[in-house]
């Protein structure tokens, strides 16, 4: 039998209050695509921070190549032939894709030297790329082929992803799988992570499943269907959203030739945008990152105000209203970046609930607050979402990403919104608590709510909404009913296809 590549054995890490992982074993092969599998605080961060040099375990044993592991930093691990790509790019916009990668290197090269290799590598692997690009200018796409190639010039024995597509379209999915499956030919193995489980299926060659830090299972992808996968995780059999079918009502929300400059210089300006959400809709908005949805929520919740152009909320126009305001009146959101704009990350959560549901919810009178109110708005959030904390005292901050994720829309959906607009509301979230986001924002449309959901996740989009529309560089395309629309038709749309210079309604 061939020796593993990286051969993990008993591997067990725990915090105050919680194990994140529980004798943990498995192994991955050279050359193999080896899946890892759990919901939100399932152990997978904690397993590949350990693989990586970022945590050290308590017990258990890990081997490269035969010999033993102990990474203490991750410069031990990329020197050992250990690289990742983070869910999150680590990169300055400021500075050219040469100069980005050169700060990744211990010893880099001269800089013509540099731009050859990145140009060598970047043409070997099908990842096309200019060394001389400013990043900022830099699609999300691209901006990954710089994190890939700042890997591959360590020439790794073993790659972990987390999260590699969440920011992709699906022609940009297909050239990075190409990518994968050349690595992967060549003897280099992958750690790959995603919630995305057709992905798996379509590219792993095997998966370990862990729930609540254990190992629960194994699988080979092709061989089961992606809900058993997600049952594997979650233990229990998953709901398909659903929600009883309705004619929308009347127009609740209007955006009308809204223009937009950019706040910063990588930042993208939104041009003459036109929409309407109805009672009882669910519109989705599809986009890859950086083609001004942050813009699209800001504007729309009075974080920023557009010089030119009108917003109506119920026949209402609430162009120059602030958010408290806007709020107040009905219209609610939830931006994508979690911790630090939807949340404060040193507040506890019932302070967080405070935040946005102060008036909504009535959890102050006179100007001082309840806390025994926003207590109880803080507890029933957490009950009704399930958000994995010790309590409503926690800080933001300690929350995992997709409990915090559970708590932030949660908290909007039970203020009873009449329009809600949220970006990225499943991002990072496990199949289970996925499901749970999405249904509930059904059953928000179904009760009567218009809701807008900006994603980039385009199975998520087609499952929920009843009409779709694209944003590219700022424009938003037409509207189309989201039943008749196929993938490569999206795909297409996203890359600013299909009349996107005539976008209105």
């Known amino acids: 039998m061939t020796t593993p590549l990286l051969d993990i054995r008993g591997l067990t890490k725990a915090y105050p209050g919680v194990v994140a992982n529980d004798d943990v074993s498995f192994a991955i092969a050279p050359g193999e695509v080896h899946a890892l599998l759990g919901e939100n605080g399932a152990g997978k961060s904690t397993m590949v921070k350990m693989i990586y040099g970022l945590v050290k375990p308590d ?29 999150h790019f680590s990169l300055f916009e400021a500075l050219t894709v040469a100069e980005n990668i050169a700060l990744g290197m211990e010893n880099p ?49 073993l790659l972990i992803m987390d999260e590699p597509t969440s920011v992709l379209t699906p022609q940009e999915v297909e050239i990075l799988f190409h990518t994968l499956r050349k690595l992967s030919a060549e003897g280099t193995a992958i750690l790959y992570i995603s919630h995305k489980l057709e992905e798996i299926r379509t590219l792993c060659d095997e998966a370990t499943i862990l729930r609540l830090g254990k190992v629960v299972g194994e699988c080979t992808p092709r061989e089961v269907s992606a809900a058993q996968m997600a049952e594997m995780m979650v233990g229990k059999s998953l709901a398909v959203p659903a929600r009883a079918a309705t004619e929308p009502g009347a127009v609740l929300l209007s955006v009308n030739n809204l223009t937009l400059p950019a706040a910063s210089p990588f930042g993208t300006s939104l041009k003459e945008v036109f929409l309407e959400v109805r009672a009882g809709e669910v519109l989705g908005i599809g986009g890859v990152a950086g083609n001004g949805q942050d813009e699209l929520l800001a504007v729309i919740s009075g974080e920023r105000r557009a010089p030119a152009g009108s917003i109506t909320f119920k026949d209402v126009d609430i162009s120059t209203d602030n958010p408290n305001s806007r709020r107040n009146a009905g219209l609610l959101s939830a931006p994508e970046e979690r911790l630090g704009h939807a949340a404060a990350p040193d507040m506890s959560l019932t302070e967080n609930a405070v935040l946005t549901g102060q008036a909504r919810k009535k959890l102050a009178k006179n100007g001082f607050i309840s806390w025994t109110r926003a207590r109880a708005f803080a507890d029933d959030i957490i009950e009704k979402f399930d958000v994995r904390t010790p309590g409503n005292a926690t800080a933001a901050r300690a929350l995992s990403g997709g409990n915090l994720q ?16 949220v970006n990225q509301p499943t991002w990072g979230v496990d199949a289970s608590a996925a499901a749970d986001i999405r249904q509930a924002l059904l059953d928000l449309a179904e009760g009567g709510t218009g809701v807008i959901v900006i994603s980039q996740d385009l199975d998520e989009l087609l499952e929920i909404s009843d009409r779709f529309c694209a944003l590219n560089e700022g424009r938003l395309s037409d509207p189309r009913p989201a039943r008749d629309l196929s993938m490569e038709e999206i795909g297409l749309m996203l890359g600013g296809a299909h009349g996107m210079e005539e976008a209105h309604i």
């Open 59 to 87: 017990s258990g044993t890990m081997a490269l190549n035969g010999a033993p592991y102990t990474p203490s930093e991750p410069r031990a691990a990329r020197n050992s032939g250990v690289a990742m790509v983070f869910q």
């Open 109 to 157: 090269p001269k800089p013509r030297d540099l731009s050859e290799r990145i140009s060598s590598v970047s043409k070997a692997y099908g990842l096309p790329l200019d060394p001389e690009s400013l990043v900022g200018d830099l699609s999300a796409g691209e901006r990954q082929r710089v994190e890939i190639i700042r890997c591959l010039l360590q020439d790794p024995k």
């Open 406 to 421: 559970k708590f932030v829309i949660g908290r909007e959906i039970l203020q009873d919104p009449e329009v809600l607009i």
